[in-house]
């Protein structure tokens, strides 16, 4: 129990009281909120967070599911590891600079997406359209996640199965559908699960892309949190946002709890069906299908290059122009150079607050691997299955009552929360595969401290791809640093303004107008550093669970 305690008081603090005490909040001002309500259409809005939920999590999983499929088909190693780079391209981007590309992508007869499929409007702008939109968006910066984690159970496979079955003349369609499916049906399962979660308390790609309009045509219930509690001006209006959130949290309960029992379950086997398609057949439909996702996927990203090095004027031509022309690195300089009080905060709160989950969680989740209190892993899944709105109010309330709003503290103290459950998770996974042969031998020899001196040297992989995992998931971060934040560091110390670069990122775009190139080039600012390490995590991921130290399932 001694290497949990640490964990547990700061899941309990940051995370099971600020969850209760949201419906307390919530229940309060209860006659308030029926007020507040009467200005929101709340039916509307949950409606509106079903169908984006739904609909990500069904397309993130199936096109994960065939993108894993179509590239673990392919023979060539090298091949292989090139496609699953282009594919988690986007992974690479933070969620903020993601909608901003597609913000500029959608810019009507302007925009790429909208000039090649004929559209003459930008579909953001109209009810009727905008969530298709929404959702698109959050499909596209989905895929590589549900990509990486059936991929990886793809892999996971026995190599004498898949030869075998080759070698008998079944064809590679029906090794896929008859076999190699139903096993990583769990895996399948695991990704609809938590693309649902997520889903269910989307804020980012809302709220950049159309800030829930028009007409709260895309307003999903974390957004409706955020806007009622800290963008209105009602009485209560804390209240009314506790209430967004306990409805989500009531809601996001079912898949969280079903995640947590598919995560314990040793196996969920899908039912097996028959295609059978020649190799040739199959390799053609394959390289089809690859060619469209990857334009889908990384052509976006392309075009942010494109736009945040070239004057403005040319991303107002129809057709827009897709090659390199008027180039000019004016716009990215002057957002390298504004932006350096947000990258500071940044890089402070993304090196300590994984700092702080790492030694949270891995003596937690060794202890956990060892049999002990194994009640915690269930707990773990379920706050992380929760949607950040379920804590973020009572924590609101609570920093600014001892005075840290808009400082670094206010950051390192909540930031970490969803790094140390997801920590636990990948770490419990890689410590219950270390042979307790390790153990034994601490035991024998009667070496104290076996954990900081035997056990956290073998976990080097798990200690340093998971840290790399948090510092990604930190830099992307827009939600809590948006609510415990007003403006920039102010190169003062002690430190005050925490204002991190996804919401610098935003600032191209005002009242007015929006300065396209300079919104681009804050986009390229904002993703650039977090795409270089996430390359190198997921060359780390994809060599292995053992080598990489990362394993999902």
Do not use: C
């Not at 609510?483 to 919401?503: C, D, H, M, R, W």
């Amino acid at each position: 129990m001694k290497y949990s305690v640490p964990y547990l008081i700061y899941i309990t603090a940051l995370g099971i009281i600020p969850f209760i005490a949201t419906f307390y909040i919530a229940g309060v001002a209860s006659h308030q909120v029926i007020l507040i309500y009467k200005l929101y259409p709340i039916i509307e809005i949950i409606d509106n967070t079903f169908v984006y939920t739904i609909g990500v999590s069904f397309l993130t999983t199936l096109l994960g599911l065939l993108a894993a499929i179509a590239i673990d088909s392919i023979d060539n190693k090298r091949v292989q590891l090139l496609l699953s780079f282009m594919v988690m391209l986007p992974y690479t981007i933070p969620f903020t600079s993601s909608a901003l590309i597609w913000s500029i992508s959608f810019y009507g007869p302007y925009g790429w997406f909208t000039y090649l499929l004929g559209i003459k409007y930008d579909p953001l702008l109209i009810s009727r359209t905008a969530m298709l939109g929404v959702i698109l968006v959050s499909v596209w910066a989905g895929i590589p996640m549900s990509f990486l984690i059936i991929f990886s159970s793809l892999k996971s496979i026995g190599r004498e199965i898949k030869e075998n079955a080759l070698m008998d003349g079944i064809p590679k369609s029906e090794y896929y559908s008859r076999i190699a499916i139903p096993l990583i049906g769990k895996a399948i399962l695991i990704v609809f699960l938590l693309q649902f979660v997520f889903s269910l308390g989307a804020f980012d790609t809302p709220y950049i892309l159309t800030g829930g309009g028009p007409l709260f045509s895309t307003t999903t219930l974390g957004l409706a949190v955020y806007t009622i509690s800290f963008k209105s001006s009602l009485k209560n209006a804390l209240a009314g946002g506790a209430f967004s959130a306990a409805i989500l949290s009531i809601i996001a309960t079912v898949p969280a709890l079903l995640y947590v029992k598919a995560l314990k379950t040793q196996k969920v086997i899908f039912p097996s069906f028959k295609l059978r398609l020649n190799n040739k057949i199959m390799l053609a439909l394959v390289s089809i299908f690859l060619i469209l996702l990857l334009f889908f996927l990384d052509f976006p990203i392309y075009y942010m290059f494109l736009s945040a090095f070239r004057y403005p004027e040319l991303d107002f031509t129809t057709p827009p122009i897709l090659i390199p022309k008027g180039l000019t690195s004016t716009y990215f300089i002057q957002a390298l150079y504004e932006s350096i009080p947000y990258l500071i905060t940044t890089v402070v709160i993304s090196i300590i607050g994984p700092l702080i989950s790492i030694f949270l969680a891995a003596p937690a989740s060794y202890e956990i691997s060892r049999g002990k209190n194994a009640w915690i892993l269930p707990l773990s899944m379920y706050l992380y299955s929760l949607p950040v709105m379920a804590f973020i109010i009572p924590i609101y309330i609570f920093v600014a009552k001892i005075n840290i709003l808009n400082t670094w503290w206010a950051l390192i103290l909540a930031m970490p929360l969803y790094g140390a459950l997801y920590a636990l998770w990948l770490m419990y996974n890689y410590f219950m595969l270390l042979p307790k042969f390790y153990d034994e031998t601490a035991e024998l020899f009667n070496i104290k401290r076996k954990f900081t001196k035997i056990i956290m040297p073998l976990s080097r992989p798990v200690l340093f791809s998971t840290l790399l995992l948090l510092i990604i998931g930190t830099w992307h971060a827009l939600f809590v640093p948006l609510v415990l934040s007003e403006t920039p560091y102010n190169f003062s110390f002690p430190p005050k303004g925490a204002q991190t670069l996804s919401i610098f990122a935003l600032l191209a775009i005002g009242d007015i107008g929006v300065n396209w190139a300079l919104l681009a080039a804050s986009a390229v600012v904002t993703a650039l550093p977090v795409m270089i390490l996430s390359l190198i995590t997921i060359t780390r991921v994809l060599k292995g669970s053992y080598s990489g130290g990362i394993k999902f399932i």
